[in-house]
T-cell receptor, first 113, second 110 residues
Framework: KAGVTQTPRYLIKTRGQQVTLSCSPISGHRSVSWYQQTPGQGLQFLFE???????NKGNFPGRFSGRQFSNSRSEMNVSTLELGDSALYLC????????????FGPGTRLTVT | DAKTTQPPSMDCAEGRAANLPCNHSTISGNEYVYWYRQIHSQGPQYIIHGLKNNETNEMASLIITEDRKSSTLILPHATLRDTAVYYC???????????FGKGTTLSVSS
């Protein structure tokens, strides 16, 4: 069974721009969570989606948003990029909602210049 | 969620058992212990989880003390590919956000 896929793997953007990252969960998995990883803050939870509904949200500004489609694929968007948004963005899927047994993708490395 | 304490780093010889400790002295009765690891430049990988009984799967064993205040993840025969940061996470059933701490960097050498 194919794992979680994330596209693109690497991205360079300029301050003020916006970016959209994509995540395809493992086939059959209906829950998708997003995390941000930086050297300073470590791994931090962004939000979780299940059945196209946001179920849980971390402590990030409104510039960070996401959505989930009917096929469980998910996208996250960051608007008005700041230098501090440079990070590895990780997507994780799980079979059901409210599950801590999550399977992570390889991440998208975003660099903001 | 209960706070966890892990040593920042550990070394292990290839082929030997790696025993990674985690202290969670404030754990509540309905909180689970989850272990993940992150190999350099990859996403975290789920390893195992438990509530009060010891658990074993193809990757590792999880030993939880009777008072549940601490646990040990055991990799029975460590290989170089087990070099990674290992995270011990305590969660309850109220949400789905994994709260990662700093973890333990395990270095396996030949």
């Amino acid at each position: 069974k194919a794992g979680v896929t994330q596209t693109p793997r690497y991205l360079i953007k300029t301050r003020g721009q916006q970016v959209t990252l994509s995540c395809s969960p493992i086939s059959g998995h209906r829950s998708v969570s997003w995390y941000q990883q930086t050297p300073g803050q470590g791994l931090q939870f962004l939000f979780e989606y299940f059945s196209e509904t946001q179920r849980n949200k971390g402590n990030f500004p409104g510039r960070f948003s996401g959505r989930q489609f009917s096929n469980s694929r998910s996208e996250m968007n960051v608007s008005t990029l700041e230098l501090g948004d440079s990070a590895l963005y990780l997507c994780a899927s799980s079979l059901v909602d409210s599950s801590y047994e999550q399977y992570f993708g390889p991440g998208t490395r975003l660099t903001v210049t | 969620d209960a706070k966890t304490t892990q040593p920042p780093s550990m070394d292990c010889a290839e082929g030997r058992a790696a025993n990674l400790p985690c202290n969670h002295s404030t754990i509540s009765g309905n909180e689970y212990v989850y272990w993940y690891r992150q190999i350099h430049s990859q996403g975290p990988q789920y390893i195992i989880h438990g509530l009060k009984n010891n658990e074993t799967n193809e990757m590792a064993s999880l030993i939880i003390t009777e008072d549940r205040k601490s646990s040990t993840l055991i990799l029975p025969h460590a290989t170089l590919r087990d070099t990674a940061v290992y995270y011990c996470i305590v969660v309850n059933q109220a949400g789905t956000a994994l709260i990662f701490g700093k973890g333990t960097t395990l270095s396996v050498s030949s």
